[in-house]
């Protein structure tokens, strides 16, 4: 079983920027990856970022250049930094976490944490 953490939401004002964090535990196979969802008001929820074990990134284009995300492997933590924060980053943020072993990927999901972006 893995369990996901998520820390780092809040209300931030227009311009500013954050750190989300995610302690992963339990059962992680070398092949992985870690990864960021938001999902807003009555939209469907969406990729942010997401990076696999190797390193390699993925980012959303509303997101680009304005975010990055990076993993501590050492203490299986993935990081979601965000500069220059619109109103329409407001939304819920999932850590997502995906194991890979003998073909089959296995999914998980964060509790969520809330961002806010008002002044």
Not at 21 to 36: A, E, K
Not at 51 to 75: E, H, L, P
Not at 95 to 104: A, L, M, S, V
Request: hydrophobic letters at 30%; a positive charge; one cysteine or more.
């Amino acid at each position: 079983q893995v369990h996901l953490v998520e820390s780092g939401g809040g209300l931030v004002q227009p311009g500013g920027s954050l750190r989300l964090s995610c302690v992963v535990s339990g059962t992680m196979f070398s092949i992985n990856s870690m990864g960021w969802y938001r999902q807003a008001p009555g939209k469907q929820r969406e990729l942010v970022a997401s990076i696999t074990s190797g390193g390699a990134t993925n980012y959303a284009d509303s997101v680009k250049g304005r975010c990055t995300i990076f993993r501590d492997n050492a203490n299986n933590t993935v990081y979601l930094q965000i500069t220059t924060l619109k109103p329409e980053d407001t939304a819920v943020y999932y850590c997502n976490f995906r194991n890979w072993y003998r073909g089959t990927m296995y999914n998980y999901w964060g509790q969520g944490t809330q961002v806010t972006v008002s002044s």
